[in-house]
């Protein structure tokens, strides 16, 4: 009859190993969500401000429609060259303080283009 006695805490020094890697990994992951979702915000801005522009509304009123979707401390920037508009949104993204993993801070940036539009077609 075989014994099993070798083999006792297998599974506990299998465990110690193991969960701290899937509790690392799960952390890794939960930065990259975050960071997924402020190049999210940095494109919605861009887009908004550029669409602000466009318009014809004010630069003040385009950093406006850029700060409601940017991400936290998010640089905006304008350039209008041959009846295009470019709006470039800006952020530096540090992990959140509650990680107990060191990870490093990451840029984001985004930039969007868009026509100026004839003063007559819109109703203001």
Do not use: K, N, Y
Request: aromatic content about 4%; cysteine-free.
């Amino acid at each position: 009859m075989p014994t099993f006695r070798d083999q006792r805490g297998m599974v506990t020094a299998e465990a110690a190993l193991v969960l701290p890697l899937i509790a690392a990994f799960g952390l890794v992951l939960l930065w990259m969500l975050s960071l997924g979702i402020a190049q999210i915000r940095a494109v919605d801005a861009a887009r908004d401000a550029a669409r602000a522009l466009a318009r014809g509304d004010d630069r003040a009123a385009a950093l406006s429609a850029a700060a409601r979707s940017a991400p936290a401390g998010a640089r905006v920037a304008f350039t209008e060259s041959a009846g295009t508009v470019t709006a470039t949104v800006s952020a530096h993204v540090s992990p959140p303080s509650w990680l107990v993993v060191p990870l490093p801070s990451v840029d984001v940036e985004s930039r969007s283009t868009v026509e100026v539009e004839p003063d007559g077609d819109l109703p203001r």
